[in-house]
T-cell receptor
Framework: NAGVTQTPKFQVLKTGQSMTLQCAQDMNHEYMSWYRQDPGMGLRLIHYSVGAGITDQGEVPNGYNVSRSTTEDFPLRLLSAAPSQTSVYFC???????????FGNGTRLTVT | AQSVAQPEDQVNVAEGNPLTVKCTYSVSGNPYLFWYVQYPNRGLQFLLKYITGDNLVKGSYGFEAEFNKSQTSFHLKKPSALVSDSALYFCAVREPNQAGTALIFGKGTTLSVSS
């Protein structure tokens, strides 16, 4: 039982580069979300999805895109990386809105 | 819009003493409330939740939390702290039955338990 799998674990980008952070879950969860964690800022919601084909913006969506073509996958795309996007990114999923979130192990991204 | 506040950046307690980590929230209706813990260089783990019912909720590792609707609070408590409880704790809130909402987290409180 893999749970929520995030790849890569670490990534270094140069300003202006693009990349995709992968997230997959094998629990048939409808709800999936992306958060970034920065010191003193806690966890901030970037984008989320309540089911395949449905996505919405969270608190800090600028500079990020998402899609949800399948129930299992919820990739996060950085279109043109900026140093302000240096952070630890967590993907999470849950069965329904009152269920606990299951978190991936995170991706540590550095943009130089 | 929903929001959650953790007024203390850090809480220091001695091992064996009771601990409280504070959380207050703001939502339009009745909230779904959660506590999570993050150990160093680890992901987040679920501790407990309040959905409805008894205001005192018991969770993992001996933690409990009390939902207080009039004070819009959901403080995390433990009767006797352990050094191994030292970690970063997050409170989170969601408005139920509201399309277009997701779980919003507080900024976190670092708990330090000394021996």
């Amino acid at each position: 039982n893999a749970g929520v799998t995030q790849t890569p674990k670490f990534q270094v980008l140069k300003t202006g580069q693009s990349m995709t952070l992968q997230c997959a879950q094998d629990m048939n969860h409808e709800y999936m979300s992306w958060y970034r964690q920065d010191p003193g800022m806690g966890l901030r919601l970037i984008h989320y999805s309540v089911g395949a084909g449905i996505t919405d913006q969270g608190e800090v969506p600028n500079g990020y895109n998402v899609s949800r073509s399948t129930t299992e996958d919820f990739p996060l795309r950085l279109l043109s990386a900026a140093p302000s996007q240096t952070s630890v990114y967590f993907c999470a999923s849950s069965y329904r809105d009152n269920s606990p979130l299951h978190f991936g192990n995170g991706t540590r991204l550095t943009v130089t | 819009a929903q929001s959650v506040a953790q007024p203390e950046d850090q809480v220091n307690v001695a091992e064996g003493n009771p601990l409280t980590v504070k959380c207050t929230y703001s939502v339009s209706g009745n909230p779904y409330l959660f506590w999570y813990v993050q150990y160093p260089n680890r992901g987040l783990q679920f501790l407990l939740k309040y959905i409805t019912g008894d205001n005192l909720v018991k969770g993992s590792y001996g933690f409990e939390a009390e939902f207080n609707k009039s004070q819009t609070s959901f403080h995390l408590k433990k009767p006797s702290a352990l050094v191994s409880d030292s970690a970063l704790y997050f409170c989170a809130v969601r408005e139920p039955n509201q399309a277009g909402t997701a779980l919003i987290f507080g900024k976190g409180t670092t708990l330090s338990v000394s021996s």
